[in-house]
C-alpha cells in the first residue's frame, strides 16, 4: 500500500510539472531599468502555451513592474513579431504617463501598475504572433520588455 501511494505521488508532482511547461510563458526581452513581476492579459487561458487575440475586439494588459532607476518620462512601444519580422501596433496612446495608472515622475525602488488597451484589428491576419511589448524611459531605454505569445484569430 505504501508503494501505491508513493507511485501515485510521483505520478501526480509529474503531472502538475508536464502541465506548467504548457503553461503560458511571459519572456523578458531585454528590460533594463525595471523589472517586471506580474503580467495579465484580459481573456487569456494562462494553462494554454499562447494567448488568442479575437479580431475586431480590444485586449487589455497589465504589467506590473519595480524599478532600479527614477523615471521621468515612459513610451509605450509594441510590436508584433511574425515569421522573425517585427511590425508595429499601433497605440492611441503611447504615453505611458497619461491614462495607464501611472504619474510621472516614477521613483526607483518602488513597484508601479500599468495597464492598457490593445485594439485587435479585423484587417489583422489570421496568424501566430509574438507580441512584444516594451515601457522605455526618457532615455529610450528599456524599463521593461516582455514578450507575450499570441494567436490572433
Known amino acids: 500500500m505504501k508503494q501505491q501511494f508513493g507511485l ?6 509529474a503531472g502538475l510539472f508536464l502541465d506548467n511547461i504548457n503553461a503560458l510563458q511571459f519572456t523578458d526581452c531585454g528590460s533594463k531599468t525595471g523589472k517586471f513581476t506580474k503580467v495579465s492579459v484580459s481573456d487569456c487561458d494562462t494553462t494554454k502555451n499562447e494567448c488568442i487575440l479575437k479580431r475586431n475586439s480590444t485586449v487589455s494588459i497589465s504589467i506590473d513592474f519595480s524599478l532600479a532607476e527614477d523615471v521621468t518620462a515612459i513610451q509605450t512601444v509594441v510590436h508584433g513579431k511574425v515569421m522573425g519580422v517585427e511590425m508595429p501596433f499601433h497605440l492611441q496612446n503611447p504615453d505611458a504617463c497619461v491614462d495607464s495608472g501611472l504619474k510621472c515622475p516614477l521613483e526607483k525602488g518602488e513597484t508601479y501598475e500599468y495597464t492598457a488597451s490593445l485594439p ?31 494567436k490572433i484569430q
Request: aromatic content about 8%; some cysteine; hydrophobic content about 50%.
Open 8 to 13: 501515485l505521488t510521483i505520478f501526480i508532482v
Open 120 to 150: 485587435v484589428l479585423k484587417a489583422y491576419p489570421k496568424v501566430n504572433v509574438m507580441v512584444k511589448w516594451e515601457l522605455k524611459d526618457q532615455n529610450n531605454e528599456d524599463i521593461v520588455c516582455v514578450e507575450i505569445p499570441a
